[in-house]
């Protein structure tokens, strides 16, 4: 879980560069300086696309020069931090961009994955329902969130959070997979089946999601179901399936 939050923070930097936060501090530049601070933003996030992590510190540097309350450069720096393993540096930075914009949705989204990632789960969820109560619809907040929960081992929590990303956008496979695996976990089983049908529906090379949905199958005694999906898993690589195809449907 660590990895895919560390993939998505490099996916919404992109986004976060090219938007413009809801900053109320008052700039004391020209139209012309501003326009040299957007420049090295957008060469910044140039370089970080490239994997050339030094120019883009520079040139987030050179952003908050010119602006020392520029909280999308703060944003960024800290994001550079995260991906290079410099933790403490990054919290510094994602907290200088939300005390500059409380509104930074991103910056929250930031500082949350960074809070987990560190062990904090209590302290990642405050941040996603921050960012939640600013962007109801943020899907990878209301994700996150599940997964933090998850680290705790706070089933019925999850199970809310991961409905919630259900909510913002239903065709997201993973909400409805780890949904599933939380209903199994409570025994749960034909809401879990409900829920890994529909993630095999939205990604259907998924071979994990075939031998759940089998194992479930299985224990309600659809005997012919759990075989057609253990087989199903076996023909995508899944090594755990052919132990299940021998085990079960002989």
Same mark, same amino acid.
């Given at each position: 879980?660590?990895?895919?939050?560390?993939?998505?923070?490099?996916?919404?930097?992109?986004?976060?560069?090219?938007?413009?936060?809801?900053?109320?501090?008052?700039?004391?530049?020209?139209?012309?300086?501003?326009?040299?601070?957007?420049?090295?933003?957008?060469?910044?996030?140039?370089?970080?696309?490239?994997?050339?992590?030094?120019?883009?510190?520079?040139?987030?540097?050179?952003?908050?020069?010119?602006?020392?309350?520029?909280?999308?450069?703060?944003?960024?720096?800290?994001?550079?931090?995260?991906?290079?393993?410099?933790? %403490?540096? &990054?919290? !510094?930075?994602?907290? @200088? =961009? /939300?005390?500059? #914009? +409380? $509104?930074?949705?991103?910056?929250?989204?930031? *500082?949350?994955?960074?809070?987990?990632?560190?062990?904090?789960?209590?302290?990642?969820?405050?941040?996603?329902?921050?960012?939640?109560?600013?962007?109801?619809?943020?899907?990878?907040?209301?994700?996150?969130?599940?997964?933090?929960?998850?680290?705790?081992?706070?089933?019925?929590?999850?199970?809310?959070?991961?409905?919630?990303?259900?909510?913002?956008?239903?065709?997201?496979?993973?909400?409805?997979?780890?949904?599933?695996?939380?209903?199994?976990?409570?025994?749960?089983? %034909?809401? &879990?089946? !409900?829920?890994?049908? @529909? =993630? /095999?529906?939205? #990604? +259907? $090379?998924?071979?994990?999601?075939?031998?759940? *949905?089998?194992?479930?199958?299985?224990?309600?005694?659809?005997?012919?179901?759990?075989?057609?999906?253990?087989?199903?898993?076996?023909?995508?690589?899944?090594?755990?399936?052919?132990?299940?195809?021998?085990?079960?449907?002989?």
């Amino acid at each position: 879980m660590k990895n895919l939050n560390l993939l998505l923070i490099l996916l919404l930097l992109v986004s976060a560069c090219n938007s413009t936060p809801k900053n109320k501090a008052k700039s004391k530049l020209s139209a012309g300086d501003s326009k040299t601070i957007n420049q090295h933003l957008v060469m910044a996030n140039e370089y970080i696309l490239e994997s050339d992590f030094e120019n883009g510190i520079v040139e987030y540097n050179a952003a908050i020069e010119e602006e020392p309350e520029n909280a999308k450069a703060f944003y960024g720096l800290a994001q550079i931090n995260f991906i290079q393993g410099n933790f %403490d540096e &990054a919290m !510094v930075n994602y907290n @200088k =961009a /939300i005390a500059i #914009n +409380p $509104e930074f949705v991103l910056a929250l989204y930031g *500082r949350g994955t960074l809070k987990s990632f560190q062990g904090n789960q209590k302290g990642g969820i405050a941040d996603m329902d921050a960012a939640l109560l600013r962007k109801p619809d943020f899907l990878m907040a209301a994700f996150s969130k599940a997964t933090f929960r998850i680290n705790q081992n706070d089933v019925d929590a999850s199970i809310e959070s991961l409905t919630q990303s259900v909510e913002c956008n239903r065709r997201f496979e993973n909400s409805y997979y780890y949904r599933g695996l939380c209903y199994g976990s409570k025994k749960l089983y %034909d809401s &879990a089946i !409900v829920d890994f049908t @529909k =993630a /095999i529906e939205l #990604n +259907p $090379e998924r071979a994990q999601t075939y031998v759940y *949905r089998g194992l479930y199958q299985y224990t309600l005694g659809n005997k012919k179901g759990a075989c057609v999906d253990f087989q199903t898993a076996n023909n995508l690589g899944d090594t755990a399936a052919l132990t299940y195809l021998k085990l079960y449907c002989k």
